[in-house]
């Protein structure tokens, strides 16, 4: 059977020890979709975005990219599986030792065979893409926040994935970097057809960006839809965090939980 969503979690459940995270949990992505997950720290996004790499592994259900089922690659099929998928982390996840150039470059020269002109062809069209270009020769210590952000976008970029994924993309950054950004994933869907995932705390980020909202709460996603439906819900839930509220069911849960 194929598989029309790009990518696509079917039952999963993901327990770490004693802790249920994600309980039957099943949620898909369209082509060309901007999800955007809502969830409290610690609700299990950044958890949903490791099994779709393949980095975790459910403990039942699966998770699809494409055709593929992730849960069920050997080793080598989901190291080429994974290429089509781009990931830019929290933290940016940049090597110290590294140029920006060579940060960049690496996953083109773990992965393909290209010679060093094409290398640098593709990191300077990529570093161009997000503005970055006059810092190639940088090392990552001498950017801020969010030029390393973008350079870690860049890498994301090298092997033109289908899929990113971004945890977090703009927590930390002022208000106009993150538009920048905002703007970045928005062109990145509309022009070069990519579909992505992103986690976010920032309310108006997400609603900038979000052709679709899901929102994760006790392990369920417990609304799911475009962005004007999860500003409609009637679920308390979903209404005080878009809200930010003190009122409502999330602290009642936090204050019962530690009185336990
Ligand atoms: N490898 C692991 N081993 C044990 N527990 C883990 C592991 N990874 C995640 N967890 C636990 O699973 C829960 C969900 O973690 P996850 O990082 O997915 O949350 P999150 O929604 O991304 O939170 P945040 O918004 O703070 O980044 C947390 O309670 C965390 O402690
Ligand atoms: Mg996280």
Known sequence: MTNSYVAELRDVTMQFEDKLVLDDLSLKIQPQDRLVILGQS?????????LILGILSPNSGSVFFKQFEITRLPRRKLQRVRRHIGMVYQYSALLSSLTVRDNVALPLEETTD????????????????????????????????????????????????ELILFDEPVAGLDP?????????????????????????????????????????????????????????????????????S????????????STA
């Open 176 to 244: 106009v970097m993150s538009s920048v950004i905002d703007e970045l994933i928005i062109t990145l869907s509309e022009k070069s057809k990519v579909t992505s995932i992103i986690v976010t705390h920032e309310m108006d980020s997400a609603f900038r960006i979000a052709t679709r909202m899901a929102m994760l709460y006790q392990g369920k996603i417990i609304e799911e839809g475009k962005p004007e439906k999860l500003k409609q819900s009637k679920n308390p839930v979903v209404s005080q965090f878009l809200s930010g």
């Open 246 to 257: 003190t009122e409502g069911p999330i602290l009642e849960e936090i204050s019962d939980a």
């Open 42 to 50: 610690g609700s299990g996004k950044s958890t949903i975005l490791r």
């Open 114 to 161: 290209k010679t060093r002109e094409e290398v640098d062809r593709i990191v300077d069209e990529k570093l161009e893409l997000v503005g970055m270009k006059d810092t190639r020769n940088l090392m990552p210590s001498e950017l801020s926040g969010g030029m390393r952000k973008r350079v870690s976008l860049a890498r994301a970029l090298v092997l033109e994935p």
